[in-house]
T-cell receptor, first 114, second 114 residues
Framework: NAGVTQTPKFQVLKTGQSMTLQCAQDMNHNSMYWYRQDPGMGLRLIYYSASEGTTDKGEVPNGYNVSRLNKREFSLRLESAAPSQTSVYFC?????????????FGQGTRLTVV | DQQVKQNSPSLSVQEGRISILNCDYTNSMFDYFLWYKKYPAEGPTFLISISSIKDKNEDGRFTVFLNKSAKHLSLHIVPSQPGDSAVYFCAASAPSGSARQLTFGSGTQLTVLP
């Protein structure tokens, strides 16, 4: 049972380069999320998708785009990477759009922009 | 403006003793609270949750207490074990028309000393 799978696990980019972080879940969850974790700041929501075909901005969306490719997959794209986007990125999914359900997280992607 | 605050970045406890991790929130719309545990190089894993209609929830060695009037919750771990050493994140969510979004605190590093 894989749960939430993120690729790649590590990436180094040069300023201005682009890349896409991939996320897939096999739990048949409706909602998917992208967070970033920075030292001393906890996890901050970048974008989320309540259900297939919908996406919405979170707390820190600038510099990112997302695609909910199907129910399983939710990708995060950096069009022109900046050093401020150096962070650990986590994808998560949850079953319900509303109600009290916890989110399940992937193992993270550690991104360094130089 | 942080809506969920964990004011203690770190906590050290002797094995077998009680660990108490604290969390404060400011948004009165939050009605569901969770604790996540995170080991290095892994994603956060769900530990325990509590709905705002309750003031206590227990699961084995873990108990979460909620004081709505003080906008405060705490996680008690009894007895603490060395394997509990990790970063603990408090999270909260409010009702939403689409997906529930989790707002995280900055985390507390718990070290349980043998």
């Amino acid at each position: 049972n894989a749960g939430v799978t993120q690729t790649p696990k590590f990436q180094v980019l040069k300023t201005g380069q682009s890349m896409t972080l991939q996320c897939a879940q096999d739990m048949n969850h409706n909602s998917m999320y992208w967070y970033r974790q920075d030292p001393g700041m906890g996890l901050r929501l970048i974008y989320y998708s309540a259900s297939e075909g919908t996406t919405d901005k979170g707390e820190v969306p600038n510099g990112y785009n997302v695609s909910r490719l199907n129910k399983r997959e939710f990708s995060l794209r950096l069009e022109s990477a900046a050093p401020s986007q150096t962070s650990v990125y986590f994808c998560a999914s949850s079953w319900a759009r509303t109600g009290n359900t916890e989110a399940f997280f992937g193992q993270g992607t550690r991104l360094t922009v130089v | 403006d942080q809506q969920v605050k964990q004011n203690s970045p770190s906590l050290s406890v002797q094995e077998g003793r009680i660990s108490i991790l604290n969390c404060d929130y400011t948004n009165s719309m939050f009605d569901y609270f969770l604790w996540y545990k995170k080991y290095p190089a892994e994603g956060p894993t769900f530990l325990i949750s509590i709905s705002s209609i309750k003031d206590k929830n227990e699961d084995g060695r873990f108990t979460v207490f909620l004081n709505k009037s003080a906008k405060h919750l705490s996680l008690h771990i009894v007895p603490s074990q060395p394997g509990d050493s990790a970063v603990y994140f408090c999270a909260a969510s409010a009702p939403s028309g689409s997906a529930r979004q989790l707002t995280f605190g900055s985390g507390t590093q718990l070290t349980v000393l043998p």
